[in-house]
């Protein structure tokens, strides 16, 4: 009687200290900020930041941020397809992207908004957070260049967002 009583004991402790590290994260951040581009490590940094809402509650607000300051030059494919075909391709792409992070949230019991942008990535991620916000970032970016190093996107807002911001590797 005295082992079942210790594991409930073990048990309700667990639970409280679950409940208070909510409440902690519910009082420290208002949401959480995803940004996705569809890479592998934008996957995973998508279901560290769910597991994050489901534990505290938190609404995530998914991002995508079509890169039209780049875009003209950017893919060199302007013989081959029009900048509107472009356009439409990346914001197809995008949408794609935002749609599989909330398909990953409805799984989970999550609630998950989208929010499909254009402008420069870390500039409309950064306006996007607010200060009592989390961003929960890939540590890399889909390019190769952004591959070899520390994602060009991910470092500036590491540098510059007025919030937190969580790094996955």
């Known amino acids: ?15 409280s200290l679950s409940t208070e590290l909510n409440n902690l994260m519910k009082n420290e951040f208002g949401r959480i900020i995803l940004p996705t581009d569809g890479s592998k490590i934008a996957k995973k940094a998508g279901k560290k930041a769910l597991v994050l809402a489901k534990t505290s509650g938190l609404e995530v607000v998914a991002i995508h941020v079509i890169n039209t300051p780049g ?3 950017l893919y060199g494919y302007q013989d081959a397809i029009s900048y509107d075909e472009m356009h439409k391709f990346l914001q197809k792409n995008g949408q794609f992207y935002l749609d599989e992070i909330e398909k990953m949230g409805k799984k989970m019991g999550v609630k998950v908004s ?17 200060k009592n916000d989390l961003i929960v970032i890939g540590s890399k970016g889909s390019t190769a260049l952004e ?5 060009s ?10 919030c937190p911001v969580m790094i996955v590797r």
Do not use: D, Y
């Not at 989208?114 to 607010?130: F, N």
């Not at 591959?147 to 994602?151: A, E, H, K, Y």
């Not at 996107?153 to 007025?162: D, I, K, P």
């Open 147 to 151: 591959r070899i190093f520390l994602g």
């Open 71 to 73: 875009l003209p030059g």
């Open 1 to 15: 009687m005295q082992k079942k009583n210790c594991k409930i004991e073990h048990f309700q402790k667990l639970l």
């Open 114 to 130: 989208k929010k499909l942008v254009e402008g420069h990535p870390a500039e409309e991620i950064i306006k996007e957070a607010k």
């Open 153 to 162: 996107v991910t470092e500036n807002v590491a540098h510059h967002a007025s």
